[in-house]
């Protein structure tokens, strides 16, 4: 029997600040027939697990707002990375079987690329000789996007800073793309310092397990007074924007280097400004923005990705920590909840078996 049942993750409504399951997004249930659905010269996906982000808020939005990520598109499915296995293929150099990585859509069964209006700027698909013994799960996270940004930011923008810096501080640390961080630094720059803040005690344990030397949780003790005893700081990886990057702005070295990454705390509410910005003058300092795969710089630097950070999984060095939502019903959760700091690990939302 070719049909089957197809859950799906609909984007519903706009949020205005928080977005909630069952309002903001929904699960619907439809039929698909694996045999005859048209391909249009594309690929049909069994998805296997998918990502929740905090950067899917920024799609949430009016498409009339403009912003280099696309805006997700009401009564669609959502789409995001992930992993699948090709069904059935149209599109030459893929086949039935092929483990594919990409930006996928939230359901069971999809359709690559899909109709025109749901096509954008970041959707690709990208098969993977996937490694038999490391889980589907492990090429959305640490093989694929987080540890990406990680691994790219590190070599185009911090590298050659690394090889004369003493000092290291990356907050908010204790997400995928953080531990990435942090066990890659400790493992091809031991001489450095690696001073990582997070939001509970449960997160410092996985800084320090990571190889963080100086771990604080910065809710209860101030990030400057931190930075002022073990700083000053050659390299800033901001995860987080606000009052902990106008803090680490004081306590930055000469000649210092900013890298900034994420920029959680305006997802869903106003961004509060930055004070000390005359510390980039001051200090001589560089400040980067970047983001995964745009411009050459990331480009080049993600190239040896994936074959390094697979030795790096399979020896240990990098370890993989999972925050598990079992099936898309669970996806509209596991999509709001990223921005309540709560997740130990990449929050991934795993929809079949490999
Ligand atoms: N530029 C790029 O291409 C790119 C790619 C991937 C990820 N990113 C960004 O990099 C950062 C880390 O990514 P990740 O996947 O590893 O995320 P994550 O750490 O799993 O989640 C974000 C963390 O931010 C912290 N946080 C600080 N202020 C917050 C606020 N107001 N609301 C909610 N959370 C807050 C929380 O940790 P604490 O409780 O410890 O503060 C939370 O766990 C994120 O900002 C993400 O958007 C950027």
Redesign the pocket.
């Known amino acids: 029997m070719s049909i089957v049942t197809n859950g799906r993750l609909l984007y519903a409504a706009h949020p205005t600040t928080f977005q909630l399951p069952g309002v903001h997004t929904k699960y619907v249930e439809v039929k698909i027939d694996l045999e005859t659905v048209a391909l249009d010269g594309g690929v049909l996906i069994r998805t296997l697990a998918l990502s929740s ?3 899917v808020r920024i799609r949430m939005r009016d498409p009339k707002i403009d912003h280099f990520f696309p805006a997700l598109i009401l009564g669609r499915p959502i789409d995001n990375w992930g992993v699948g296995v090709v069904v059935r293929s149209e599109k030459p150099g893929f086949q039935p079987g092929d483990f594919v990585y990409g930006f996928i859509s939230f359901e069971n069964y999809s359709v690559y690329p899909g109709p025109p209006e749901a096509q954008h700027q970041f959707q690709f698909l990208q098969k993977i000789a996937k490694h038999p013994s490391i889980p589907a799960s492990v090429y959305v996270h640490d093989l694929g ?2 540890g990406e ?1 990680a691994y790219a ?1 590190w070599h185009a923008y911090a590298k050659e800073k690394a090889k004369t810096s003493k000092t290291f501080f990356v ?8 531990t990435f961080l942090i066990e890659y630094v400790r493992h091809i720059h031991p001489h450095i310092k690696i001073i990582a ?4 005690a449960e ?1 410092l344990e996985i800084l320090k397990e990571a190889g963080a030397d100086v771990v604080f949780n ?1 809710k209860t003790t101030n990030t400057g007074k931190v930075l002022a005893e073990h700083g000053p700081v050659d390299i800033f990886w901001d ?2 924007g ?1 009052t902990v990057l106008d803090d680490t702005l004081l306590n930055m070295a000469q000649f210092g280097i900013i890298i900034r ?5 305006g ?2 509410e106003e961004d509060t400004g930055i004070k000390n910005i005359k510390h980039v003058v001051f200090k001589s300092l560089t400040m980067h923005g ?3 795969g745009i411009g050459e710089a990331m480009q080049t630097a993600a190239v040896p990705f994936l074959e390094e950070a697979t030795k790096l999984v399979l020896d240990g060095t990098i370890k993989t920590r999972e925050w598990r939502f079992e099936g898309l019903q669970q996806a509209g959760q596991a999509l709001a909840d ?6 130990i690990g ?2 991934i939302i795993i929809v079949a078996e490999d």
């Open positions: 982000d905090p950067v996007m987080t940004t930011g907050n908010s640390a204790a997400g995928p793309v953080g803040s997070a939001g509970s997160k910065y995860h987080v606000g990454v994420g920029t959680v705390t997802y869903n970047l983001v995964i990223v921005h309540f700091g709560q997740q990449k929050p």
